[in-house]
């Protein structure tokens, strides 16, 4: 495969060619070492609070388990392709989710719903062929269908390129946040 140049690449790219698939059941201790490389990946006292331990991995199974048969949420993965690409013989190559919460409509939000991407990540052996793309690609049209009104994402450096030519822009309001 070419390397990525920064350029569109045409429909007819092989990269748009992965194959996405809904997660299962027995893909969430894939998507839980995923998530945790997310954060490693991203680094700093935000995402890796020294305090943090392991009891977030354990929540997030729970909340994996409910969330797989939930219909306001839609998690997606490539299979990885046996190349040794994770610790499990090849695994997941890369996972993406999607939510969608009914918020209060507005002039700016015609029926209040608005769709969220989260953890959008692909294992370090599996990166630059076109497979958060084709994620992102997937999650887009589900939101579509959920007649969202519009979708927000954080974007780290690295996807901000991907995200933008998805047609990504800078949100009007700043981005803030507390915790308790």
């Known amino acids: 495969?070419?390397?990525?140049?920064g350029h569109h690449h045409p429909a007819t790219s092989p990269r748009e060619h992965t194959a996405v698939r809904q997660a299962v059941d027995d893909d969430i201790a894939e998507l839980v070492r995923?998530?945790?490389s997310l954060f490693d990946d991203l680094g700093g006292d935000f995402f890796n609070p020294a305090s943090a331990g392991d009891d977030w991995r354990v929540a997030l199974v729970a909340v994996l388990k409910e969330k797989l048969a939930s219909d306001d949420t839609r998690i997606l993965v490539v299979d990885g392709d046996g190349d040794g690409g994770s610790d499990s013989g090849g695994g997941l190559a890369a996972c993406g989710i999607g939510t969608v919460d009914q918020w209060f409509p507005g002039p700016h939000s015609r029926n209040g719903r608005v769709g969220h991407v989260i953890g959008v990540v692909t294992d370090p052996a599996h990166r630059r062929r076109g497979h958060s793309?084709?994620?992102?690609?997937?999650?887009?049209?589900?939101?579509?269908e959920r007649d969202v009104s519009r979708v927000d994402l954080s974007a780290s450096?690295?996807?901000?390129?991907?995200?933008?030519?998805?047609?990504?822009v800078n949100h009007p309001d700043p981005?803030?946040?507390w915790r308790p």
Do not use: D
Request: aromatic share 14%; no cysteine; glycine share 8%.
């Open 34 to 36: 995923l998530r945790a």
């Open 1 to 5: 495969m070419s390397q990525h140049t």
């Open 133 to 144: 793309r084709a994620i992102m690609r997937e999650l887009l049209g589900w939101f579509r």
């Open 157 to 168: 450096a690295e996807g901000e390129p991907l995200y933008r030519e998805l047609g990504f």
């Open 175 to 177: 981005s803030l946040y």
